[in-house]
């Protein structure tokens, strides 16, 4: 019996969480500050996390840039960037905004950090 090598555990940890959870999704502008990545494979698209002063989390969602990749109906308003709040147990508090460009999803963040 032949012995299969381990994998190269500093490629995996040298690869983002969104790459590994998604892949050939391609995060395409710097993330704001203090978020953290928080993708996993069995939501729709790459998440990423920021704890706030309250103890709540603004979670930033970011679909593909190519809409064809989109898991989202297309007979649906297409936004790539999603922000919502959730309880420091994940749960749900509420949607924030909405934004199609990257810099409109900082200019969303900005005004939601910290508040």
């Avoid at 998604?22 to 990423?48: A, I, Q, R, V, Y």
């Amino acid at each position: 019996m032949q012995n299969t090598p381990p994998a190269d555990n500093a490629l995996v940890a040298d690869t983002p969480l969104y790459a590994r959870e998604f892949p050939g999704f391609e995060l395409d502008f710097k993330l704001p500050e203090g978020f953290e990545d928080s993708s996993w494979h069995n939501n729709e698209t790459p998440s990423f996390d920021k704890v706030q002063p309250d103890g709540t989390i603004l979670k930033l969602w970011v679909d593909y840039a190519d809409r064809s990749k989109s898991t989202l109906p297309e007979d649906e308003p297409y936004f790539r960037f999603s922000l919502a709040r959730y309880s420091a147990d994940q749960d749900w508090i509420g949607q924030l905004a909405f934004a199609s460009t990257p810099q409109e999803a900082l200019d969303m963040v900005a005004m939601y950090d910290g508040v």
